[in-house]
Structures are given as C-alpha cells and as structure tokens.
C-alpha cells in the first residue's frame, strides 16, 4: 500500500512540475512561426500528414514537446524542433495553441483583388507598381528597386546572381530577405562584405529591399539533379538521424514564407553548398532553434554535394 501511495504522489509531482510553468499566449504566437511549416499559422493544418494542434489541451502539448525534447518520443521532424525549446518556450507555444479555434473546414481563399499578387518582373527589371504589393509585403517594391542598386554588383539588376558563389535573391521571401539583412546588421549572421552593405540600411529598406526581391523571376538552376539528393530531401536519413528537407523548404523547394524558410529550388549550387558546410561547422549559427545545425552536423560532404545537385534542379 505503501508503494502504492507513494508512486500517485511522484506521477502527482510531475504532473505538477510538468504544469508549474504558465505560457504567455502572446510570446507564444511569435514563437509558433517556426511550427506554422507542418502544422499551419494557428495550429490548423495544411497537411494530412501532420496533426492539428489548435484546441489541443495545453497540458498534452508540453507533454509531447518535452517528450520530443528527452527522446522518449521519437520522430526525426520533431526532435531538432524540440532539441533548444526551455520548458518557458514550451508554455508559451501551448498556451497559444490550445485557445485557437478548431475548425473542420479551412476558410475559403480571399477573392479581394487587392490582395492579388502582383506579376513578378522579367530578368530585365521593368518590375510592376508598387501599390498592389503593399497588400502583401511591409515594404514598397518600387523604393526596393531604387535601393537596390548597391546589390547589383553580386546579386544582378533583378537578384538573379550571375557569380555562382553569391545567393539568387529573386523570388526569395520578403520576410527571409529582411531577416537576413537585420542578422548581418546586428552580427548575428556574419560576413565581411554584407556587414559593410547593411550597417546604414533601416528596418524600412530592408523591407523594401525584400518586397523588391519577392517579385521578380528567379532563373533556373544549372545542376543536373540526384537521385540520392532527392530521396534525402523528402525522406531524409533515419540511420544518421538526418531529418527530410521537404517538411520546411517545401515539395518544389519554394521555402515557407510564413516561417520564414527560405527558397531553395535553383539556387546558386555553390552558394547552397557553402551556407549547409557554414551551418555544419558553426560558422553560421542565425537559423531558429538550431535546426539548420542540428541537421547539417550529421551530412557528410557527398550527402552535401548530392543534395545541392538535387536542390539547385528544382525549377
């Protein structure tokens, strides 16, 4: 009887200890951006494949990520997630989560014309107006194209690098875009070259910089493509521990803007080769939570060449 008794009493302290951190629902919406690839913006998913999470007890959510996090749940999605989440981040990702409203039918897509995306530009730059594209970026393209020219140099008039080693920037998100610059302004991302472009931008022309780049046409990659490659990216490598590139870059590498992943399909090979080496040594650390390092640690060089050779092909 003894055991007994005093066995509810340790299940009733971890119970408690589980729920003595209360979640900010609010710190936990800023923090669900990175959840919003696989289980959808408010916990309503896109993808039959993964769970909703919206009206999910808060309670059951701490419990999963906390088991993601110890290992005594496994999956090879969730664990790199989990990996740098404080029982804080948990609360918070669960408060937010479990007062969404659960819905059996997504809502329908808007028809307001003024949400309409603009046409992206040609290689020759003759980019659209700015004012429809206010409906959908912070910044204004047509300021973007003006201040632009300082990027032309390594990225091309209409972000298209033509110097393999330097990033293709059109049709890149907006949100990545200006993520990217604020990281090389504050030093969280370093490069000597970047760090003397970004020191007098303000958050404004980072915005317009990247509403500029979002809209224009990127050209196809030169890489022929792998097969190793492509099985890597949508099924990864359960042996290494090596989790699918498909569930954040997307089916077509076309990245989640919402999470601010970024595109990938034909990209510069060079330049892709040398940012998944940069996150596998530390060298590059401004990914969220560690994911990108967490994942590149375990890629051997051949693993980094054929998935770059895959990447690069998407069109």
């Given at each position: 009887m003894k055991k007994i008794i005093f066995s509810l009493l340790l299940t009733m302290g971890a119970i408690h200890t589980a729920s003595a951190v209360e979640g900010d629902a609010d710190a936990g919406k800023a923090k669900a951006a990175v959840c919003g690839a696989c289980h959808g913006a408010t916990g309503l998913n896109p993808n039959p494949s993964y769970p909703d999470l919206a009206g999910q007890h808060a309670a059951y959510i701490v419990k999963q990520l906390s088991d993601f996090k110890s290992g005594?749940?496994?999956?090879?999605?969730?664990?790199?997630?989990?990996?740098?989440l404080s029982d804080q981040d948990m609360a918070d990702l669960a408060a937010f989560f479990s007062i969404q409203e659960r819905a059996s039918e997504k809502p329908a897509a808007s028809t307001d014309s003024s949400a309409t995306a603009a046409a992206p530009?040609?290689?020759?730059?003759?980019?659209?107006?700015?004012?429809?594209?206010?409906?959908?970026?912070?910044?204004?393209?047509?300021?973007?194209?003006?201040?632009?020219?300082?990027?032309v140099s390594c990225h091309g008039t209409d972000?298209?690098?033509?110097?393999?080693?330097?990033?293709?920037?059109?049709?890149?998100?907006?949100?990545?875009?200006?993520?990217?610059?604020?990281?090389?302004?504050?030093?969280?991302?370093?490069?000597?070259?970047?760090?003397?472009?970004?020191?007098?931008?303000?958050?404004?022309?980072?915005?317009?910089?990247?509403?500029?780049?979002?809209?224009?046409?990127?050209t196809a990659g030169q890489a022929k493509g792998s097969d190793v490659g492509h099985k890597l990216y949508f099924g990864g490598d359960a042996n290494k521990?090596?989790?699918?590139?498909?569930?954040?870059?997307?089916?077509?590498?076309?990245?989640?803007?919402?999470?601010?992943?970024?595109?990938?399909?034909?990209?510069?090979?060079d330049y892709l080769k040398k940012q998944i080496a940069n996150f596998r040594d530390g060298s590059r650390g401004n990914d969220r939570n560690n994911m990108m390092r967490n994942i590149a640690i375990k890629l051997s060089d051949s693993d980094i060449d054929e998935l770059v050779n895959y990447m690069s092909s998407l069109k």
């Open positions: 005594a749940r496994t999956d090879m999605m969730m664990a790199p997630m989990a990996t740098n530009a040609t290689a020759t730059a003759e980019i659209v107006t700015s004012t429809p594209a206010k409906a959908l970026y912070a910044g204004d393209v047509k300021a973007g194209q003006e201040k632009s020219a300082m990027c972000g298209n690098s033509p110097i393999a080693m330097y990033p293709k920037l059109a049709g890149q998100s907006a949100s990545y875009i200006s993520k990217q610059l604020a990281d090389f302004k504050s030093g969280e991302r370093s490069d000597p070259i970047m760090a003397g472009m970004v020191a007098a931008l303000s958050e404004q022309d980072m915005n317009d910089l990247g509403a500029y780049f979002a809209v224009q046409t990127p521990g090596i989790t699918a590139c498909v569930a954040c870059h997307g089916v077509k590498g076309k990245g989640m803007a919402q999470a601010s992943f970024p595109a990938l399909a034909g990209q510069n090979a």
